[in-house]
Each structure stands twice: as structure tokens, then as C-alpha cells.
């Protein structure tokens, strides 16, 4: 009924040859995606710090750096001066909060706990803003 497979697959290696693919285990995986989810949080924690400084956003911000550059083998992050538009002050929380979870998940998975620590207080701190905010523009 089906024809069968005649070459071999371009996935294979040769016989005694090593493979020339990139290997990377589990744990340097969730290192990279963990990075990843820290550094557009640390983005965003930069653009509220812009739109209104304080004491925590700038605790935040350097402890990001220090979980970035400890993931990436002591390579620290790079960090742009974003424009100041408090317009969207709101969005940025949701966005930060949902980075946060998106980190907590993965900081979990490799159960680094001082990374999941921060992104648990990063969501905490966020949805606090949006419950001041909310608050704010209801009364």
C-alpha cells in the first residue's frame, strides 16, 4: 500500500561520524527561555521606569539584569532608554504581569527558585499598579 522509504533520512548521521547539530540539554533550553522572558520583562519594567520613576521599578529593573546576566553566563543585558509616554501605563502592567508568568512557569520547571521568587513579586507589584490604577480612575 505505500511505497517504502529509499533514502536515507537527511536527519541521520553517517555511520561513525558524529553529529553536526547543535545539542543542547533540557536545562540550557529553559536557561535560554527563561533569559528570554526576563529580558522582555526588564524591557518593560525600563519603559514604566520611564514613565514614572520609583524606588521599586529601579530594584526590579536591577535584579532582572542580575538574573539575565546570571543565565547567560555573566553577559548582561542590553538596556535601551525607551520614550516616556504614560498613556499606556496600563497595558504595560498587564504586559509586565503576563511576562512575569510566563517567567514564573519556566524559573519553576528548572526550579530556580530565585528566579521564580522575583517573577512572583514582579506579578504581585504589577497587579498591584493595576489595582491602584483602577482605583484611581474610579474615584
Do not use: N
Amino acid at each position: 500500500m505505500y511505497e517504502p522509504i529509499r533514502t536515507k533520512s537527511v536527519h541521520s548521521t553517517m555511520a561513525g561520524t558524529p553529529s553536526t547539530f547543535p545539542r543542547r540539554s533540557r536545562e540550557e533550553e529553559l536557561d535560554i527561555q527563561l533569559a528570554g522572558h526576563l529580558v522582555a520583562l526588564l524591557a518593560v519594567t525600563d519603559e514604566l521606569r520611564a514613565s514614572a520613576p520609583s524606588a521599586d521599578l529601579d530594584t526590579a529593573a536591577d535584579r532582572l539584569a542580575q538574573q539575565v546576566a546570571r543565565l547567560r553566563g555573566g553577559r548582561a543585558p542590553v538596556r535601551a532608554t525607551p520614550a516616556v509616554d504614560e498613556s499606556h501605563r496600563a497595558d504595560l502592567h498587564r504586559r509586565a504581569h503576563a511576562l512575569a508568568g510566563r517567567a514564573l512557569v519556566v524559573a519553576a520547571s528548572r526550579a530556580d527558585t530565585t528566579a521564580a521568587i522575583l517573577a512572583a513579586q514582579r506579578m504581585d507589584a504589577h497587579t498591584a499598579a493595576l489595582a491602584a490604577q483602577e482605583l484611581a480612575t474610579a474615584g
